[in-house]
Structure formats: C-alpha cells, structure tokens
C-alpha cells in the first residue's frame, strides 16, 4: 500500500481565516479523495482530486469553501476557507480505486 | 450521501472474548471495507472483500461479504488490549464509481 503523508497534523486557526493541507503519496496514483470526520463522527467525502482537472464535488461540499488543487500524480492540497467554529473536524486525504488508503489526518480546531 | 447502519455503536468486553459487529445497508454493494481508527490517527485498513459471500481473515479477524451483498461481518477473536478503537465499515457500488460509504462506527473497549 502507498505511504501517504499530511502536513500540518494539526493546527488552531481563527475564524475568518484559511488553511491549506497538503497530501504527499510515496508513488503515483490516479485517485486522490478528500473526507472531513466531524468529531465522534464517520468519514464523509468532501471531494475527488483529479489531476489536471477541477475537482469533483460532493452534495454539500463547494468548491469556494474547500478549493483543491491536484498539480500532479503524488499531491494535492486542500483549502479550508473562511473558516468558521464548524469547520473544526479531522481532514483526511486518500488513495485508491478498489481499496482505499488513509493518511494519517489533519486535526483542525477553529476558535 | 448514502451512510451504513453498522451495530453495534460500542461494546464493552473482557479481554479474550471473542467481538462481533455488521453493517447494513438499503443498496447493494460490490466491494466492503473494514477499517480500525485509533485515537488521533488515520483509519488502517484492515480487510478488503469483493465478492458475495466471501469469507476473508486477518490474524484472529474475520470478515464476511454478505450473500444478499447488503451487509458485512467482522469478527474479532480473543480480543486483547490492542483492539480497543473505532471500527468502520466501508462499502462501494458500480454505479458511484470508486466513491466510498462510510458506517456509523463501532466503538470497541477491551476491559483487561
């Protein structure tokens, strides 16, 4: 399986303002996803990176509020903007078509 | 989006006791997933099935692809200390491509 790192691991941000994750895979691979898990919660899909391509969007989830960027087959990033108390969850980005593999999450608290 | 029911939502078992937990959904699936999920990390995958009825082990964890394709099992043997986490099942259909359902979520406590 890939090896897939996140930076930050975590952060404390003040509402209004904007964080970038980013997601590193040690090999190229054609599907990167993004998830948000609220706290005490499952794993929801924000959205595919597809790389060379805009994004696709899950119900719910836009692209002015979570922009993300997929430059290449081993990174993405993902922008959490505008950021309000709500947007406090895990980021988790993934790779994978049959199975899917986790990093390790980005922990955000937004005051 | 579609969620799985997946029970139950924790349990609480002595150490070496044997664990059991599904999950179930309206729609049927063509690939399942288990995850585990320790506190502050990402969820590990922990068995993959693709096929109805197929029974898949892991060391002293096994899991089952339903026969109707609506439901997974995973069990747990002799629990020990090191189980203890949140286990999710996952589950995808051919129609939503490679996009994955996340479970509620099982919360496991191994009391030593």
């Known amino acids: 399986s890939a090896v897939i790192s996140q930076k930050p691991s975590r952060d404390i941000c003040q509402r209004g303002t904007s964080l970038t994750i980013q997601c590193q895979v040690d090999?190229?691979?054609?599907?990167m996803f993004w998830y948000r898990q609220q706290p005490g919660q499952s794993l929801t899909l924000i959205a595919t990176a597809n790389q060379g391509s805009e994004a696709t969007y899950e119900s719910g989830f836009v692209i002015d509020k979570f922009p993300i960027s997929r430059p290449n087959l081993t990174f993405s990033t993902l922008t959490v903007s505008n950021m309000s108390p709500e947007d406090s969850s895990i980021y988790l980005c993934?790779?994978?078509?049959?199975?899917?593999?986790f990093g390790p999450g980005t922990r955000l608290l937004v005051l | 989006g579609q969620q799985l029911n997946q029970s139950p939502q924790s349990m609480f078992i002595q150490e070496g006791e044997d664990v059991s937990m599904n999950c179930t959904s309206s729609s049927i699936f063509n690939t399942w997933l288990w995850y585990k999920q320790d506190p502050g990390e990402g969820p590990v995958l922990l068995i993959a099935?693709?096929?109805?009825?197929e029974l898949t082990s892991n060391g002293r964890l096994t899991a089952q692809f339903g026969i109707t394709r609506k439901d997974s099992f995973l069990n747990i043997s002799a629990s020990i200390p090191s189980d203890v986490g949140i286990y999710f099942c996952?589950?995808?259909?051919?129609?939503?491509?490679?996009?994955?359902?996340f479970g509620t979520g099982t919360s496991l406590t191994v009391i030593p």
């Open positions: 090999s190229q691979v054609t599907m």
């Open positions: 993934s790779v994978g078509e049959e199975t899917q593999y």
């Open positions: 996952a589950g995808s259909r051919l129609s939503t491509g490679n996009q994955f359902y």
């Open positions: 099935l693709y096929k109805a009825g």
